[in-house]
């Protein structure tokens, strides 16, 4: 291996090791394991829950007015956004309710999720879909809004 190759793999490595340094002192909780890959943006990071051995990459939108709660061994893709609230234009109000992801989520990239959603183990959703619905366990919802694809084969 080169050595530029070999400085630019510790390179990104030391980047990788003090985001997540970072973030672990911001949000309510990071759990064992979890690696966020670059800067991510964030509101109200007190109300935003990580578990275990998730990949958070860069440029990740993390919306915590309603609440966030990631489970463990969750995969969110560069430019995924959860958001939590959206305003109500007759009411001139906003509103805001929680996002739950369980494990083994993988949400791709431009994905965004909105509020209320829950987000069930061994889902996936595709790139740039946008989930207005709870998605059940195993499926893969995909599309603008987001639809079922395919439920996962159990290996």
Do not use: Q
Not at 39 to 56: A, D, M, Q, S
Not at 90 to 105: F, G, T
Not at 117 to 130: D, S
């Amino acid at each position: 291996m080169k050595a530029w190759a070999v400085l630019t793999k510790k390179l990104c490595a030391a980047k990788r090791r003090f985001y997540t340094w970072h973030y672990r002192k911001i949000f309510k909780h990071v759990g064992k394991g979890t690696e966020f890959g670059g800067r991510i943006h964030y509101r109200f990071p007190e109300r935003i829950v990580i578990g275990e051995h998730c990949t958070i990459a860069e440029e990740v939108f993390l919306d915590g007015r309603g609440d966030i709660s990631i489970g463990s061994h969750v995969v969110l893709s560069p430019f995924a956004s959860l958001m939590t609230g959206e305003l109500d234009r007759e009411k001139n109000e906003y509103l805001a309710s929680p996002i739950h992801i369980a494990d083994r989520v993988w949400i791709a990239t431009h994905a965004t999720v909105l509020r209320g959603v829950h987000i069930e183990e061994k889902a996936l959703v595709a790139a740039g879909a946008v989930v207005t619905k709870d998605v059940s366990a195993g499926i893969t919802v995909g599309g603008v809004p987001a639809k079922p694809l395919e439920a996962h084969r159990s290996t």
